[in-house]
């Protein structure tokens, strides 16, 4: 009887044993499973970036056919841009900028305060990826260039609106320098060629034999990615 009674618990015994041990290897698979599947750094997915800057731009000079007679230039000034940007990948980011600078009239016969302004849609790449804090980038885009003022005409005595304008090709390079994750400072220097082959003088719009001219923007601003 006691034999048989101690060969019933241990048979008991030997089943339990048994029944729990898949249960503690399911345990182990699924800690093992769980270790695997940890979550990783995700990567930022928002690829919009907004930066401000400020300017320096020397005068520009507008010659040609229809400026002999009347040559027109501006003196050195200094202003204000945006811009807004989206990443298309780690190295390239596609963006618009809108800036303006004051200049003065570089001319004799007129007196004023004219506005430069740069309007573009363009590409950044980056250059390297072994600094993650220091990014030296190259840019090109296709915009439109304007400059205007109310000029006082000192050889007639006249008062009137006066702009000239054209479509550009700019290209320049710079430097990016991370502050932190979403925050860097931003400088370079661009370069705009093209023509002020258009004009309006107080309503009065028409075309003009232009030769090509330069405008130089170094610049200097933050870069933020939300």
């Known amino acids: ?50 930066g401000a800057h400020t300017i320096a731009t020397p ?40 800036d303006v600078a004051k200049q003065n009239s570089g001319v004799s016969w007129m007196q004023g305060s004219f506005g430069l302004v740069h309007a573009e849609l363009g590409v950044r790449a980056q250059l390297s990826q072994t600094n993650a804090q220091s990014k030296p980038y190259l840019m090109a885009a296709i915009g439109k260039r304007a400059i205007g003022a109310r000029i006082t005409d000192l050889d007639e005595d006249e008062v009137y609106d006066l702009s000239f304008s054209g479509t550009m090709l700019s290209f320049g390079g710079g430097l990016q320098y991370l502050l932190s994750p979403k925050l860097s400072l931003d400088g370079g220097v661009e370069l705009g060629l093209g023509t002020f082959d258009h004009y309006d003088s107080d309503g009065d719009i028409g075309t003009l034999s232009a030769n090509a001219s330069t405008s130089i923007r170094v610049r200097a601003g933050v870069v933020w990615r939300p």
């Open 59 to 98: 005068g520009v000079s507008i010659t040609g056919a229809d400026f002999e007679e009347w040559p027109f230039s501006t003196t050195m000034g200094g202003g204000l841009g945006i811009m807004a940007g989206y990443e298309l990948n780690r190295a390239v980011t596609a963006f618009v900028s809108l």
């Open 1 to 50: 009887m006691y034999r048989s009674l101690k060969g019933i618990i241990f048979a008991t015994i030997t089943a339990a044993v048994a029944a729990m041990a898949p249960e503690a290897g399911a345990q182990r698979t699924t800690s093992v499973t769980k270790a695997t599947k940890a979550p990783t750094a995700k990567e930022r997915t928002n690829k919009w970036v907004f």
